[in-house]
């Protein structure tokens, strides 16, 4: 498989893990939290048990796009680097988002 569409791989793989932690972590703090399913969608919130099954969603798709696509090593820069950018770009945009709701957009 050509080189680069393994780190798109793991890009999006990254992304879908940095996804999982929020939905599990609520899930088992018992806390309703923002999933797709809820109405309006990636607004309203789900509960703790549909975060924790969307957060396992995520971490097999992560697992998939990562482990399962090529050879991953994370002691190889470029690889690491494409899954901790898939990471943060997704998390940065959702902080913003999904700060509107759980109070982390304040000003200081």
């Given amino acids: 498989m050509v080189a680069w569409l393994q ?3 793991y ?3 990254g992304a879908f893990l940095a996804n999982a932690v929020p939905h599990v972590v609520s ?25 924790v099954i969307w957060g396992f969603i995520n971490l ?11 050879n991953f090593d994370l002691r ?3 690889s690491a680097i ?5 990471a943060l770009l997704l998390s940065l945009p959702l902080s913003k988002r999904f ?6 957009n304040l000003q200081g």
């Fill in 27 to 51: 899930g088992l703090m018992g806390r309703a939290f923002q999933t797709p399913f809820a109405h309006p969608p990636g607004e309203g919130l789900s509960s703790s048990s549909l975060n």
């Fill in 82 to 86: 494409a899954l901790g950018l898939g």
């Fill in 99 to 104: 700060g509107r709701f759980n109070g982390g």
């Fill in 76 to 78: 190889s820069a470029e």
């Fill in 60 to 70: 097999v798709a992560a697992y998939l796009l990562i482990l399962r696509v090529g």
């Fill in 7 to 9: 780190d798109v791989s």
């Fill in 11 to 13: 890009f999006f793989g």
